[in-house]
């Protein structure tokens, strides 16, 4: 029986309720964070913080709570539930009110929830053996930049993927890859280059991506930000995804096509190991 956080309350999660009134749960009017745990302690904190007040702000919600105060849930959270390795999630809504598209009153509390999952990320199957990834038409918004909760469309995406055997789905728009259904994605070329998407309101601007990448630049290995197709991710001699719980995960076929040797490949092998090592020096 896990211990969650719901509006200023520690309590067991079977006890744990939120209004049926809340916009999250009405609109999906609510973002998200989820912040790796390694050792026991929280990676990227101060990360995943300033990407939540940015969505907050992108959608005119407010959160009283401060980072300070968000940080000592995070690590009382850990402490109560013994979670070594996992995550935390955490969720802000606009609150409770009567059901209405308008928003609510400015001064209405928002909704707070973080609770957390134990797992296994270091030692990842997924990772081990690399993914199978289905491409899927990219049906979202326009505003995949912020981190809300509407995920309805990733996780149709994802259940298209497994259905046809693989593990995950690449999103496409215009013939171009946009980004994973909860990750983002990297090709590496013939000369090593490393490809991702740039930064736009089309892709989620991943707090892991960032540190990546800049394992990748400390590593001397040479980074361009810009889209690229389905066919030249096939062509590619290495791929791979980027997130919070899956750190660097490899990916060794596209659409039945397989990506390089078919198998892990040396570039997301060492940043995956880079990047674990930094992250664990780093966590609080």
Not at 14 to 41: H, M, N, P, Q, W
Not at 223 to 249: L, Q, Y
Request: glycine residues 8%; hydrophobic residues 40%; contains cysteine.
């Amino acid at each position: 029986m896990r211990t969650v956080y719901v509006n200023g309350s520690f309590v067991p999660e079977d006890e744990a309720t939120v209004s049926v009134f809340d916009r999250g749960f009405l609109f999906a009017d609510g973002v998200y964070e989820v912040t790796s745990v390694l050792d026991g302690k929280l990676v990227d904190f101060a990360g995943h913080c300033g990407r939540l007040r940015r969505s907050l702000g992108e959608l005119q919600m407010t959160l009283e709570t401060t980072d300070e105060e968000l940080l000592a849930i995070h690590r009382k959270l850990v402490s109560e539930n013994a979670i070594e390795e996992g995550l935390v999630y955490l969720q802000v809504t606009r609150g409770a009110a009567d059901r209405d598209f308008v928003f609510p009153p400015e001064d209405t509390p928002a909704t707070l929830v973080l609770f957390t999952q134990a797992k296994s990320l270091i030692d990842s199957d997924l990772a081990n053996r690399g993914q199978k990834i289905f491409t899927v038409e990219d049906q979202r918004w326009t505003r995949c930049d912020i981190k809300t909760v509407q995920l309805l469309y990733p996780s149709l995406a994802k259940m298209e993927a497994k259905s046809r055997g693989g593990d995950d789905a690449w999103l496409v728009r215009d013939g171009l890859v946009t980004e994973g259904s909860s990750n983002n994605a990297y090709i590496v070329l013939g000369d090593g280059t490393i490809v991702t998407r740039d930064l736009s309101n089309l892709i989620l601007h991943g707090i892991t991506r960032r540190a990546v990448l800049e394992c990748a630049r400390h590593l001397q290995m040479k980074v361009v930000e810009r889209p690229f197709t389905v066919d030249e991710a096939i062509g590619a001699v290495e791929a791979f995804s980027t997130s919070a719980s899956g750190f660097v995960c490899p990916v060794i076929a596209i659409d039945d096509n397989r990506i390089g040797t078919g198998e892990p490949g040396p570039v997301a092998g060492k940043l995956r190991e880079v990047y674990i090592a930094e992250m664990r020096k780093s966590a609080i």
